[in-house]
Every structure is written in C-alpha cells, then in structure tokens.
C-alpha cells in the first residue's frame, strides 16, 4: 500500500494507473477505522481495479460545539488495517494541504436536503460534507465511491450533488454494519463505556419494532415514532433527540407510510451522539 499526503501526487499516480486502463474505486472516510469501514473497502477491491481510501476529519462538517477536537484518530491503526486489506493507496492529508486559503472560501451548498432531518440539528454540517467530497471526487477521479447506509442523509445528499454538477462517479450505499448487540458500528462508539453500549442497544430494537408494525399495516409516523422513542426512554443513559419518518431521497416527512420510507434517529448518550435508520415497508395493500 502506498501512502500519500498530497494531492498532486495522488492524482498523478492514478492518472497513471487510468492510462493503463484500471478503474477507480474509493472510500472516504475520517479515520479511526472499523470494520463497518473495511466492509465498504472489500466492496471496493471486489469491484474496482484500484481502491484508493482517504482519512481526513473535515473541520468544515463540524459545527462550533461539536467534537471536532475530541474526535478519535490513530493513523498508525488504520495504516495497518488498511494494509491488512489490501487497499492500494491512502489519501493522508491534512487541513492545510485540502484547504490551502482557509475552509470556507467555496463551498457546495446542497439546497433544502441540507436544512431538515440532521440538518437542523447539524447546520453547515452537510455543506461541508458536500464541499469536502466534491474536492476529493476531483483529486481522485473514481468511478465509484462507497459510503455506509448508516450515514443515509449523507449518502442522499452526495448521490444529489453528484447528479446535480454531472460528476462521473457512482454512488455505492453499502448496507449499515452492527455490534452483536445490534448497535450500528461507529468510531464514536470508541467513547461509550460498557454499560452505555450496551444500553446503546436499544436504538435499533425501537427501529424493529418501528420496521414490524409498518410490515403489519401501520402507516401512521407519529405510532412508528412512538415505538422508538418509547424503547429509548427506557433507559436513562440516553436521550432521543429526534425520531422521524422520512422520505430517503429528499429526507421531508412523510404524512403516511404507503411505500418505502425511512425512520431515522439520533440519540444522546452523555456527550456522544448516535445516529441510525432502518428502511421502512409498508404492508402490501
């Protein structure tokens, strides 16, 4: 695996590598690696010819307040994670080297699938996630690019951006991984102790319970957001700090469940916040 910091370098060495006639595939990520990430990076290797990961914290998706300082990260870890996988190339840069004038200066605002779900929750957070992305599309040019289902408003939000400036990558939503306890994997996860984990637990219970009575005939959001709620509320580690039942292109709220819908969540557990979703399918009428 070759380890590269700057940009320019990586985009000669796969400019090389597409004149040789090698396809692109590439994980973006912000660090401190599990196995919810190298699960995207084996989808990459079986089905591109290169695989290119990059670890960078973007400062610019972290609003004041958030953990941006706080944020896990071993570079040595998930060198050799990487390594162990078979990736080709990591993208290592720092802030200095993506954001030379300072972060801020142009950014790619994504409109309204920016402002509700986790956007109001998260203001800016999602105009950085785009801006970050579009830069490192154009550093490395994949053809495709793989993002987890458990960060589903960020994964719509690419697929629009991409379809919206015409940029020549696909999308690839791979499905959400979890902990045994069913926990979705995350590298904040990293901060909980034991006993939060595993009260963690209950989040993706209260959305199987939520996915089972819209399965059953329940096409009323506020009874599928009640379920949620009701399993978190259990225990007094955590805080919900929304639940809602979504649209999962434009993430609006939807009225009824008549078709595919997606319930979303974010949950505090002291200072970490946690997010999932489960896809929703109505009853057959």
Same mark, same amino acid.
């Given at each position: ?106 950014? %790619? =605002? @994504?409109?309204?699938?920016?402002? !509700?779900?986790?956007?109001?929750? &998260?203001?800016?957070?999602? #105009?950085? +996630? ?115 039942? %979504? =649209? @999962?292109?434009?993430?609006?709220? !939807?009225?009824?469940?008549?078709? &595919?819908?997606?319930?979303? #969540?974010? +949950? ?18």
């Amino acid at each position: 695996m070759i380890v590269l910091y700057r940009s320019e370098d990586l985009r000669d060495l796969l400019d090389a590598r597409r004149r040789e006639g090698a396809n692109i595939g590439f994980v973006p990520t912000m660090g401190f690696l599990h196995e919810g990430h190298l699960s995207l990076v084996r989808a990459s290797i079986a089905e591109t010819e290169r695989t290119v990961v990059s670890i960078f914290v973007n400062p610019t998706q972290f609003a004041e307040g958030e953990d941006l300082d706080s944020y896990p990260r071993d570079l040595r870890r998930d060198t050799e994670l990487l390594e162990g996988a078979g990736v080709h190339y990591l993208f290592a840069p720092d802030v200095d080297e993506l954001y030379p004038d300072g972060a801020g200066r142009t950014t %790619v =605002d @994504p409109g309204r699938i920016a402002e !509700v779900g986790e956007g109001k929750y &998260r203001p800016g957070h999602f #105009t950085g +996630v785009a801006t970050v992305c579009t830069k490192l599309f154009s550093i490395v040019g994949p053809c495709r690019a793989y993002f987890g289902q458990k960060d589903a408003q960020q994964v719509a939000v690419v697929r629009q951006v991409v379809g919206d400036l015409d940029l020549d990558v696909e999308v690839v939503a791979c499905p959400t991984l979890r902990e045994p306890s069913g926990l979705a994997m995350s590298s904040r996860n990293s901060s909980l102790d034991d006993e939060v984990k595993k009260a963690a637990a209950v989040i993706y219970e209260g959305l199987e319970v939520a996915a089972k009575k819209a399965r059953e005939g329940q096409s009323d959001p506020s009874a599928l957001i009640a379920a949620v709620e009701q399993a978190v509320s259990a225990r007094p580690e955590l805080k919900v700090q929304y639940v809602e039942v %979504v =649209d @999962p292109q434009s993430f609006e709220p !939807v009225e009824r469940v008549t078709e &595919r819908a997606l319930i979303t #969540t974010a +949950v505090l557990a002291g200072r970490t916040r946690l997010i999932d979703n489960l896809e929703l399918n109505a009853a057959p009428s």
